[in-house]
């Protein structure tokens, strides 16, 4: 079981990036997938989540109307398009998998991927 998230690098402030998340070694349709970070000297937090097919996504506040969540079930990959980036969106981001919905509570994932660097500065 795998997920590689990739994608990350340095933006400046009003910048875009998409990560992506590939998954392999399970049945992907049928997780969950989600978006969590984790910045210095901080918990790691919700970002966004996909449901099994897609329909239902989920937002932490500080990112919603700037990120957007979607998957492509044929290429078994996630993607995070982020807008409007701003300082305090720098941290490490990760993507993990688990068998029931969505949801920001991080112990209930079972797979994570081993994270992507962000960082938006000037």
């Known amino acids: 079981v795998q997920l590689q998230a990739s994608g990350g690098g340095l933006v400046q402030p009003g910048g875009s990036l998409r990560l992506s998340c590939a998954a392999s070694?399970?049945?992907?349709?049928?997780?969950?997938i989600g978006w969590f970070r984790q910045a210095p000297g901080k918990e790691r937090e919700g970002v966004s989540t996909?449901?099994?097919?897609?329909?239902?996504?989920q937002y932490a506040d500080s990112v919603k109307g700037r990120f957007t969540i979607s998957r492509d079930n044929a290429k078994k990959t996630v993607y995070l398009q982020m807008n409007s980036l701003k300082p305090e969106d720098t941290a490490v981001y990760y993507c993990?998998?688990?068998?029931?919905?969505?949801?920001?509570?991080?112990?209930?994932?079972?797979?994570w991927g081993q994270g992507t660097q962000v960082t938006v500065s000037s």
């Open positions: 070694g399970f049945t992907f349709d049928g997780y969950t």
């Open positions: 996909t449901s099994r097919r897609g329909p239902y996504t």
């Open positions: 993990a998998g688990r068998l029931g919905g969505p949801s920001f509570r991080r112990e209930l994932y079972d797979y």
